[in-house]
């Protein structure tokens, strides 16, 4: 089914196009242009599955900017609308929810990375684990995780990325929609390319590379040692005392693959203060200039090939890819 929305009604802007329950938003933004040389990567697809509007640029904006200057056609799906995200009252003047908010800072941070495409999924945000929200029937915790690998799986078959990227199990930061996502998309990775599962006629995919996403643990480290520092209490940050470094360190999984994004700071930093309503929970414990040296490069655990022990670190995750073209997305 395709349409287009009519107004901004449940958090949806205006002018987002709906195909079979899943909104995208097509990006129209420029490519880049550098006075360094960077490889340009013709028919490459990349696809990020993460659970909510600001996910995208504030735990990959290094490595999504680096990729669309290369000229990948990287893709977003986002899970939920970002509904219970807590924000200062001033953040609402002009929108009438959360998830109107939260989704026109979506809109600002993809034009700035360059998505080619942001694929809305449109569950309701589930809150932290054990919270009322993460009750409600409605919330992506709540959904059943057949329903959701199915929906990824329709993204994946159309949009036909040979690299995904989603949440480590812990979900980054044990998030219950980081979770749920995270399960979701490793499921519809080994799906998306078996021809018995059917969807919609859409013909098979199988992807050739999944990662899960990290962050550096020096980062972590001198975070938790800055925390303290202050006086604070590195297990109980964010607005709502919900964001435990401690367990996020412990929960690390190993770094397979680095990617130099030291250049590329900058760019980062503008996408992530699109998400201004955000940033009060997620503010810089550590100075950009000291992120830039402590990690040059970003984080990720390959999955799908498995490494099998091999020495050194991945530098591309396109690497021993096959950079197929796009085809015909329905039978």
């Not at 904006?61 to 609308?81: E, R």
């Not at 200062?88 to 998505?115: H, M, T, V």
């Not at 994946?156 to 930061?173: A, L």
Request: glycine share 8%.
């Amino acid at each position: 089914m395709h349409g287009e929305l009519a107004d901004a009604k449940n958090g949806v802007p205006t002018g987002v196009e709906c195909r079979d329950g899943i909104f995208a938003v097509r990006s129209t933004v420029r490519r880049f242009n550098y006075f360094w040389s960077v490889p340009i990567m013709p028919n490459a697809r990349l696809l990020l599955s993460y659970a909510h509007p600001d996910d995208e640029a504030f735990g990959s904006g290094g490595l999504i900017s680096k990729y669309v200057a290369q000229g990948v056609d990287v893709y977003y799906l986002c899970a939920t609308n970002g509904d219970v995200g807590t924000m200062k009252p001033e953040f609402l003047e002009g929108y009438n929810s959360i998830a109107e908010r939260r989704l026109a800072e979506l809109d600002c941070a993809s034009q700035k990375l360059g998505f080619k495409q942001v694929f809305l999924l449109g569950y309701r945000d589930s809150g932290m684990m054990g919270s009322e929200t993460s009750n409600d029937p409605a919330s992506l915790w709540q959904a059943p995780q057949e329903e959701v690998t199915r929906r990824v799986v329709e993204v994946i078959r159309e949009v036909q990325p040979q690299v995904v990227i989603t949440f480590n199990k812990y979900g980054g930061y044990g998030h219950p929609d980081h979770i749920a996502i995270q399960k979701a998309t490793t499921d519809a990775y080994l799906k998306a390319g078996d021809a018995t599962y059917l969807t919609n006629g859409q013909q098979p995919y199988a992807p050739q590379k999944l990662y899960y996403s990290s962050v550096p643990k020096t980062i972590l480290q001198v975070g938790i040692f800055m925390t303290r520092l202050r006086g604070n209490d590195p297990r109980k940050l964010g607005a709502n005392k919900d964001i435990d470094l401690v367990a996020i360190l412990d929960h690390i999984e190993p770094i397979h693959t680095r990617i130099d994004v030291s250049q590329w700071y900058d760019a980062w930093d503008e996408a992530s203060a699109c998400h201004a309503s955000q940033l009060g929970a997620r503010s810089q414990t550590i100075p950009t200039w000291l992120r830039r040296q402590l990690a040059p490069w970003q984080g990720l655990t390959r999955i799908h090939p498995s490494p099998n022990g091999a020495r050194g670190y991945e530098t591309d995750i396109f690497a021993g890819v096959t950079l197929d073209e796009r085809r015909g997305v329905t039978a």
